[in-house]
């Protein structure tokens, strides 16, 4: 069974930065499509990054576009959101997902068969 575990979540002061991270075992890691998404209060999962099973194709979504970046380490099972920036709005619970392939769907969280637990970022301003 897939375990995906979230860490790097925390209270960040506007403009500034964190990295995510995101601990996978129990399956192919590296032969998963990866993502991350957020649910802030009140709102539903948005999607944030995507990156393919061999870090060839990434996407992002606008708002964080030139701010985050998503990267992979297949060697150490571990996938990243590296988050520069940070503003207020960003504030949410992030999630990692994986899925042994979302072609074009990949921004659609029922597109990814596993998740993990989240991890909680404030923006303050």
């Known amino acids: 069974q897939v375990q995906l575990v979230e860490s790097g979540g925390g209270l960040v002061q506007a403009g500034g930065s964190l990295r995510l991270s995101c601990a996978a075992s129990?399956?192919?890691?590296?032969?998963?499509?990866m993502a991350w998404f957020r649910q802030g209060p009140g709102k539903e999962r948005d999607f944030v990054a995507f990156i393919s099973w061999n870090g060839d194709s990434t996407f992002y979504k606008d708002s964080v576009k030139g701010r985050f970046t998503i990267s992979r380490a297949n060697a150490k099972n571990t996938l990243y959101l590296q988050m520069n920036n940070l503003q207020p709005e960003d504030t949410a619970v992030y999630y990692c997902?994986?899925?042994?392939?979302?072609?074009?769907?990949?921004?659609?969280?029922?597109?990814?068969?596993?998740w993990g637990q989240g991890t909680e970022v404030t923006v303050s301003s």
């Open positions: 129990g399956g192919p890691f590296v032969s998963f499509d």
């Open positions: 997902a994986g899925s042994p392939y979302s072609g074009k769907d990949y921004y659609y969280p029922g597109t990814y068969n596993y």
